[in-house]
């Protein structure tokens, strides 16, 4: 090898060293880049709530309508809420429950996500408690309510008389066994 080679292999490893600490940078800093941009693009799938907590005080002088929507997304389960709709005073701690039903003989995992009409409600919509915040695995024919506990902020703006809150189930990749398969065997 010539000396000119030699020096010309030595640059390429170099600057394949510093791109690769460079890389290691930038995915170091998109660690506290991501809830930020989270934030200023308006969703929150990071798990973390920073709006500031509820009130504990209920307002009995206005009722807001809340209506439920279920939907499954490539996914072989039923799913429905048990209400169609409830009324609740802004503040005041609500309950209710959804069904799904694994119709498959095998088990299936499956994430819901929420959306809520309109947009603006999200930002007074928490969540107490609620079966989106983990995966669902549901054995074959498995049938199953999980609740959702959830408060309206009382500072939901006067003009929005009813919320609509939407579950989407999506199935979590790789998580389905197919049946008479063992998961070991190659294909």
Not at 145 to 157: C, G, Q, S
Request: include cysteine; charged fraction near 20%; charge should be positive.
């Amino acid at each position: 090898m010539s000396a000119a080679t030699g020096a010309k292999n030595w640059r390429t490893l170099l600057r394949l060293a510093a791109f690769s600490v460079l890389m290691f940078g930038f995915g170091y800093a998109l660690i506290p880049l991501y809830p930020v941009m989270c934030k200023t693009l308006g969703i929150n799938q990071t798990g973390v709530d920073d709006r500031p907590a509820v009130s504990a005080q209920v307002d009995e002088t206005r009722s807001v309508v809340v209506e439920f929507d279920s939907n499954v997304h490539g996914m072989p389960w039923k799913f429905r809420p048990l209400v169609s709709h409830v009324t609740v005073h802004p503040g005041a701690i609500t309950q209710v429950s959804f069904e799904v039903v694994n119709t498959l003989p095998t088990p299936v995992t499956g994430q819901a996500i929420p959306s809520y009409g309109p947009p603006l409600a999200a930002e007074y919509f928490r969540k107490l408690e609620c079966f989106c915040f983990n995966k669902q695995t549901l054995k074959p024919g498995e049938r199953r309510e999980m609740p959702v506990v959830f408060v309206i902020d009382p500072a939901l703006p006067k003009d929005i008389s009813t919320v609509t809150l939407s579950y989407t189930f999506f199935e979590v990749e790789g998580n389905r066994r197919t049946a008479g398969r063992n998961p070991g065997a190659s294909a």
